[in-house]
């Protein structure tokens, strides 16, 4: 019998293990124990001790179901990265090795005992079968939410976001009220840019203002990469909030917990433009420039988002979502020339820790098939481009997050449920959908819609399952 694709790439696997075993490498990689160990997929099992995820899952390859089950080795639970880092990248390569792993919609690869497999939110990210379909929602916490502006009156944003008690209360008290399916770590995209030598702060009513935005190549050089430790508060606060809800919930879902950072185009556009911008001219600029200001921008924000990402999933972080909220300004080409390949490595790398990467961007009708090339495992959708639409441009290999116009949230409640069904139909029940909204959640958006909304997405794609 031939040799399946798929157990090629474990062997090269073995292969890799071996190698490093060679080089070694002696700690122990959960993951080959952990299988067996943790049936009852309790969060508890796999999180702790900087263990949660693992090569085999960045690969998509299931050692219980195997034919050709992988041996114990004593390894390092930071394999992927050591991996990456010995140089061998090409081996751990998701997008290399999605071509040869079978197909998630059609033959699951993790089975329902394994913690993934109890998580519907994290199955949709895998576009793996789901009992109906997840759903969660950008800024599902912030100032609509009467809670927030509550602890928000006595912190200021930096403050919530620096003090791992609060902003893991803020993450927590936001999903347990909506009921939603997966967490999002309540943390700010710009958190980076101190440690890496730029001041920045939040100004009423003008969104975030840099101090002294970078405009040359010698204020790039100047950029420090080697600090990212200073924001370990994001990390503590991952982990109050996997540990809050390390156990499954009443229906037997493990909530997901999700972390994120910025794609280095967004945030190198807040790092040029001194704040939001509406043309992007000097950003543009220095990525026109051709004087090595921009790949040197975008290496050092690789680095340091890379480490950041890290730090978030030795913490427990289940899933990365990387925001390009601002990618939608550019042109095909630019976007192509400029920020697909230093995104895509950014996506890879976190890929290779083991979960899965949400890329996500606003007004990127054009661009989705090119983002799709950066191997995410899920793209968000805003609600510009109806959902079927959106994914035909992306392709079936990736899983896809939205896409609710936010604004539908202040509609009269029939026509607010036209639009949830019309998105739940557009999907059709396939798997690797999460339904989500297309941009965050406004100021002043109605609470009560949004828990309604959550109410009619469980309803609905239940019932629509139990039909098919
Ligand atoms: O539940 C959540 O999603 C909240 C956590 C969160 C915040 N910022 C807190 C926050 C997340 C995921 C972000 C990401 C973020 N920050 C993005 C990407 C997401 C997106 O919407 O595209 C961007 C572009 C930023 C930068 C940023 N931070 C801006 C432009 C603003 C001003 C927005 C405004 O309306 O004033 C912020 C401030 C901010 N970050 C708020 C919150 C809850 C609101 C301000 C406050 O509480 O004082």
Not at 176 to 204: H, K, N, Q, S, Y
């Amino acid at each position: 019998m031939p040799i399946s694709r798929g157990s090629q790439a474990q062997h090269r696997v073995i292969l890799t293990v071996y190698r490093l075993k060679l080089l070694g490498l002696r700690k122990r990689l959960p993951f080959f124990c952990a299988a067996g160990a943790h049936p009852d997929g309790h969060r508890s099992a796999r999180r702790g001790s900087g263990q949660p995820h693992t090569a085999l899952r960045a690969l998509h390859l299931n050692p219980i179901t195997s034919p050709n089950p992988l041996p114990h080795f004593p390894f390092s639970d930071r394999l992927p990265v050591l991996v990456w880092k010995a140089g061998v990248s090409s081996i751990l390569n998701a997008s290399h090795l999605k071509h040869v792993a079978p197909p998630f919609a059609s033959e699951p690869t993790v089975p329902d005992s394994h913690p993934v497999g109890s998580s519907r939110f994290l199955r949709a990210c895998l576009r793996q079968t789901v009992d109906r379909t997840p759903v969660w929602f950008l800024r599902q916490a912030g100032r609509y939410m009467p809670e927030y502006r509550a602890v928000r009156k006595h912190h200021t944003l930096l403050e919530i976001c620096r003090t791992p008690e609060i902003a893991a209360e803020v993450t927590i008290t936001a999903a347990e009220r909506l009921g939603v399916d997966a967490a999002i770590i309540f943390a700010d995209l710009l958190l980076p840019l101190t440690p890496m030598g730029l001041d920045f702060e939040f100004v009423a009513g003008e969104g975030p203002q840099v101090h002294t935005p970078i405009r040359s190549l010698e204020h790039i050089q100047a950029l420090r990469t080697d600090r990212t430790a200073d924001l370990t508060y994001v990390a503590r606060a991952i982990e109050k909030v996997a540990s809050h809800f390390s156990k499954p919930r009443a229906d037997g879902d493990q909530l997901g917990i999700i972390g994120f950072c910025g794609a280095p185009f967004t945030l190198a556009s807040y790092m040029i433009e001194g704040g939001s911008s509406r043309n992007y001219i000097e950003a543009k600029k220095m990525m026109y420039a051709g004087d090595g200001a921009w790949p040197l921008l975008m290496e050092k924000l690789n680095t340091v988002l890379f480490d950041y990402a890290q730090q978030q999933v030795e913490a427990g972080a289940d899933c990365i979502q990387v925001f390009d909220s601002w990618v939608g300004a550019l042109s095909v080409t630019d976007y192509r020339q400029f920020c697909l390949a230093p995104t895509t490595e950014l996506v890879q790398r976190i890929k290779a820790l083991g979960v899965p990467v949400i890329y996500f961007g606003v007004e990127t009708a054009s661009l989705l098939p090119s983002m799709a090339e950066t191997t995410a495992d899920v793209l968000g959708l805003d609600w510009r481009i109806p959902l079927d639409q959106g994914w035909q441009a992306i392709g079936p290999g990736c899983a896809v997050q939205g896409n609710l116009d936010p604004i539908a949230l202040f509609a009269p409640l029939d026509v607010l449920e036209s639009r949830v069904r019309e998105i739940l139909s557009l999907a059709s029940g396939r798997a690797g959908h999460i339904f989500n909204l297309g941009h965050g959640i406004v100021p002043g958006t109605p609470v009560e819609n949004v828990i309604q909304v959550v109410e009619w997405v469980r309803q609905f794609s239940l019932a629509s399952r139990t039909t098919l």
